[in-house]
């Protein structure tokens, strides 16, 4: 089981950035990918960003590529998200997330075996 937690939220103006941290334990964390989702109120969590501990590779959601980018320490056992340009519309909780490696990314909810307890990410106009 790895076990995660997340950092980095806050209240930012539209336009601004932010960089949230996930920091991860576990004996065997190199064989797992790591994931950003989000969830906004009345709205069901959806699939960000993942990254393999094990080679970096990486894979984005359509609609979040070009603004977001995923990155990970492996020295410090963190990923990270870094968040530019951001709306309103970006106002979400924001959780990080654990799923084996499998050798196939995986962006379900379900599919998800790890979840940290989330960071609030308010986007002002």
């Known amino acids: 089981q790895v076990q995660l937690v997340e950092s980095g939220g806050g209240l930012v103006q539209a336009g601004g950035s932010l960089r949230l941290s996930c920091a991860a334990s576990?004996?065997?964390?190199?064989?797992?990918?790591m994931n950003w989702f989000r969830q906004a109120p009345g709205k069901e969590r959806e699939f960000i960003a993942a990254?393999?501990?094990?080679?970096?590779?990486?894979y984005y959601s359509n609609s979040m590529k070009g603004r977001f980018t995923i990155s990970r320490d492996s020295a410090k056992n963190t990923v990270y998200l870094q968040m530019n340009s951001l709306t309103p519309e970006d106002t979400a909780v924001y959780y990080c997330?654990?799923?084996?490696?499998?050798?196939?990314?995986?962006?379900?909810?379900?599919?998800?075996?790890?979840w940290g307890q989330g960071t609030q990410v308010t986007v002002s106009s």
């Open positions: 997330a654990a799923t084996r490696d499998v050798g196939v990314f995986r962006v379900t909810v379900s599919a998800m075996d790890s």
């Open positions: 576990g004996r065997t964390i190199s064989g797992y990918i």
């Open positions: 990254i393999t501990w094990s080679y970096g590779s990486t």
